[in-house]
């Protein structure tokens, strides 16, 4: 059974709107060092993985915001524009610390990848050439929800103002327009869904 469109924005309310960077938005409860020894580990302890440091500085410029002293938050600023365009030069990878980002995300390889989403839940591996951006330039905002757990494969494109489901998986070089269930498998240009995968297959998120 296949859902609609309509029914799937009955079912999942919208995100917030991208965070406007004025406070840290790094996931509640946790310190910034727990973050990165934890995104150390999901990248199998490779300091040099251009995912994990492109991670460290999203992190970085999150935590800076909740600096009251006001110079040596603008130093740290300063230290933070920097890195992340390091991160795009060296890494090819843009994550704008405006995305917000949860828990034991991996970012697989390296090259080619523009994280331009509105939020990307726990437990999410992207991998090399991924798009998660706009459809067009009359609407900056219309940027994609990954919610926990979701897979996407090498040069997909996720578009729009739509969710990705928990537990999806998105195709090699797929193209994504519009709301993905939870637990579907996506390929395809437009992508389709192939078949759903069943639930139990989608592993519990590791203690916090």
């Avoid at 460290?56 to 909740?66: E, P």
């Avoid at 993905?180 to 989608?202: H, Y």
Wanted: aromatic share 8%; with cysteine; hydrophobic share 45%.
């Amino acid at each position: 059974m296949t859902l609609s469109e309509d029914s799937l924005k009955r079912q999942r309310p919208r995100a917030a709107p991208t965070s406007d960077g004025s406070t840290n938005a790094n996931p509640p409860g946790v310190g910034f060092w727990h973050l990165v020894a934890e995104d150390l580990r999901t990248h199998r302890g490779d300091w040099l993985a251009q995912g994990f440091w492109c991670l460290f500085w999203h992190r970085f410029g999150n935590w800076r915001m909740s600096v009251r002293f006001k110079p040596a938050r603008m130093v740290l600023t300063v230290i933070y524009r920097v890195m992340f365009r390091a991160c795009q030069w060296v890494g090819g990878i843009e994550l704008p610390y405006t995305v917000q980002v949860g828990r034991r995300v991996r970012l697989e390889h390296s090259g080619g990848m523009v994280l331009v989403a509105r939020s990307i839940g726990n437990d999410v591996v992207l991998r090399q050439n991924t798009t998660l951006g706009i459809p067009r330039d009359d609407d900056i905002h219309a940027r994609p929800v990954l919610e926990d757990h979701v897979d996407i494969g090498a040069g997909a494109a996720v578009l729009g103002d739509i969710t990705v489901g928990r537990g999806a998986w998105i195709g090699a070089n797929a193209v994504v327009v519009k709301d993905v269930p939870p637990c579907a498998v996506m390929v395809g240009v437009p992508a389709k869904c192939i078949r759903m995968r069943d639930p139990s297959e989608i592993g519990a998120a590791e203690a916090g």
